[in-house]
């Protein structure tokens, strides 16, 4: 049986050896035991406040095998994003190029630069190991997050995004870094993915502010903007069954999928209800399977 719950602090060992078979570009989820211990004190502290509204609150939950006692995914919420780190994407815009001279009539894709501070709940760090990719388990660690947040919807911004991840080979490279970030950063992709969780400060200092015009990218850079990555797609077929959609909002790093819904919208939240247990059985029925929390926040 697996349980999802808040993660507490003697799971860090384990977090640490399931974050070793994590691939290149599961950017909240390093190995680095540090970052890692610092995320599951925020998370404990979130818990411990118990917010009337979202002020930044970062949510981490694992899933336990109560047979092996074997941490065996992860998956988090952050109430809103944005404060004092700002939270950077790139908004996919259209420009009208026009000449009454030569009789032209344009209509371009660029690439604006967005900076939100007083942003939306976020989900992610969304990972179960290998072992455990079996049918219905992904969605149960997607979708149990959704069920906490129907609880305390106070606790949560309206709107809900989530940053899928873009397209990369098997090195972690990024067509979409490769044709437009190297240039700014003259780093590798993967390492300027995992420096922007620790400090956005870089982001700022080098990051072109002007808009960037998609048809003058390379055009592999062009043919990966908001698409993901191959093993990404069963997460984002899960958030779309659940009213996610694409809000033409791009990673800055390797131009993956932003995709929203309002909090309220969402299906699991729609379709949750509140009752009362009045008896529990031995045995298991033949009814459908459910997702059921206990209602405490905690």
């Given at each position: 049986m697996l349980v999802f719950r808040p993660v507490e602090t003697g799971d860090l060992d384990q977090l640490v050896h399931l974050a070793t078979l994590a691939d290149y570009g599961l950017t909240t989820l390093p190995t680095d035991r540090d970052y890692l211990e610092k995320k599951v004190l925020q998370s404990t502290q979130s818990f411990e406040r118990s917010p009337d509204e979202p002020g930044g609150e970062t949510y981490f939950f694992v899933a336990e095998d109560l047979e092996s006692g074997q941490v065996v995914g992860t998956s988090g919420i952050v109430s809103r994003v944005g404060g004092f780190e700002p939270f950077y994407m790139y908004e996919i815009k259209t420009v009208l190029h026009e000449s009454s001279t030569l009789g032209v009539h344009k209509e371009i894709q660029v690439l604006h630069l967005v900076?939100?501070?007083?942003?939306?709940?976020?989900?992610?760090?969304?990972f179960l190991s290998p072992h455990y990719r079996r049918s219905g388990v992904g969605r149960f660690l997607s979708r149990s997050r959704f069920l906490?947040?129907?609880?305390?919807?106070?606790?949560?911004?309206?709107?809900?995004?989530?940053?899928?991840?873009?397209?990369?080979?098997?090195?972690?490279?990024?067509?979409?870094?490769?044709?437009?970030?190297?240039?700014?950063?003259?780093?590798d992709f993967p390492k300027a993915d995992y420096l922007s969780i620790l400090n956005k400060k870089f982001i700022a200092e080098l990051m072109p502010t002007h808009p960037i015009y998609i048809s003058l990218l390379p055009d592999k850079a062009q043919a990966v903007i908001g698409h993901v990555h191959e093993k990404t797609m069963p997460a984002l077929k899960i958030l779309e069954v659940e009213g996610f959609a694409f809000g033409r909002m791009v990673d800055i790093f390797d131009a993956g999928p932003i995709v929203r819904c309002p909090l309220a919208e969402l299906k699991t939240v729609r379709e949750s209800v509140q009752a009362k247990v009045l008896e529990v059985a031995e045995g298991q029925g033949e009814t459908d399977s459910f997702i059921i929390t206990n209602g405490q926040w905690d």
């Open positions: 900076a939100e501070h007083d942003g939306p709940c976020e989900i992610g760090t969304l906490f947040m129907a609880d305390y919807s106070q606790a949560f911004a309206e709107m809900v995004i989530a940053e899928m991840r873009g397209v990369s080979d098997a090195t972690g490279q990024s067509p979409f870094w490769e044709g437009l970030g190297r240039h700014f950063f003259d780093i």
